[in-house]
């Protein structure tokens, strides 16, 4: 069981608002932990905000996040736990590996350096913003159709158009211009320290039917992990989509992760 209080540092991927962890924050705030949900650089406290100026977004890349994120693990009196979906679970595995969380959950996560093969799903995602070599510099923001493909695909529609209303905001094209180039690059800041022999644990979560990072990717980042002891665990949920985390069956997710931790006293 955790100790009450251990705090739990919650990030978003692209195109989702912090906010949309809300549900999450209640659900481990009750399990005796202390959650947060910053945004991204420049992503403001609300969705209609964040709408109306999405030059503030625009321009980060994922040393900025990376860094954003490490600079509030630093002011907390403990590690925390982060749990990061999409490119957040990217962040969070780049948190992990440099030993800044005490462990991480990293949902549907964006493609780390290394992995090799792309699903043409993924591709069609990515190329909302890649197709426009200028999105580099820019926030994207996606429609409700491309949102209903690339979230929202395994669900009824009324609930993808639902939650495209509640909780998409523009996000800045260049983290996907890097992950792109990522095995092209050599200092990519995709590149995640998966040797580490003294990380905390981590837990690799996929959907089976998500088209933004299709599980193929997942269990390629899972073999990235074999050459280091420390505790590398897979799940995936078959029927779900790249919505996990905020559709109506989000509360399984965050079930699974939570007896997770608890099962590695955390």
């Known amino acids: 069981m955790s100790q009450p209080g251990s705090p739990v540092l919650f990030v978003h991927g ?9 549900p999450w924050e209640d659900f481990f705030r009750e399990a005796g932990h202390a959650p947060l949900a910053p945004g991204w650089p420049g992503v403001s406290g609300t969705v209609e905000e964040t709408r109306r100026e999405p030059g503030k977004v625009s321009g980060h890349g994922i040393e900025d996040i990376v860094q954003h994120y490490a600079s509030i693990i630093r002011d907390l009196d403990t590690p925390p736990i982060v749990i990061g979906h999409s490119f957040g679970g990217l962040i969070a595995q780049r948190l992990l590996g440099q030993s800044l969380a005490a462990a991480a959950v990293a949902i549907d996560a964006a493609p780390i350096k290394g992995v090799l093969n792309l699903p043409p799903s993924s591709l069609r995602v990515a190329s909302i913003a890649l197709r426009k070599p200028a999105n580099r510099r820019e926030a994207v923001s996606l429609t409700q159709d491309q949102f209903r493909y690339g979230f929202g695909n395994a669900l009824p529609e009324r609930e993808s158009a639902e939650l495209f209303e ?3 905001v523009p996000s800045p094209g260049k983290p996907l211009f890097e992950a792109a180039l990522a095995n092209f690059t050599p200092r990519s800041p995709a590149k995640v320290n998966t040797h580490n022999k003294t990380r ?4 690799l979560i996929a959907g089976g039917r998500d088209h933004t990072v299709p599980a193929s990717i997942t269990t390629s980042t899972r073999k ?12 995936e949920f ?4 790249h919505s996990l985390t905020l559709d ?4 399984e997710v965050a079930q699974y992760a939570l007896d997770w931790l608890r099962q590695r006293s955390l």
Do not use: E, M, N, V
């Open 166 to 168: 509640r909780w998409a």
């Open 238 to 241: 078959p029927d779900r989509g």
């Open 200 to 203: 905390g644990p981590l837990l």
């Open 248 to 251: 109506h069956g989000w509360q």
């Open 14 to 22: 692209l195109w989702l608002h912090p906010t949309s962890w809300g």
């Open 224 to 235: 990235l992990y074999h050459k280091s002891p420390a505790i590398t665990d897979f799940r």
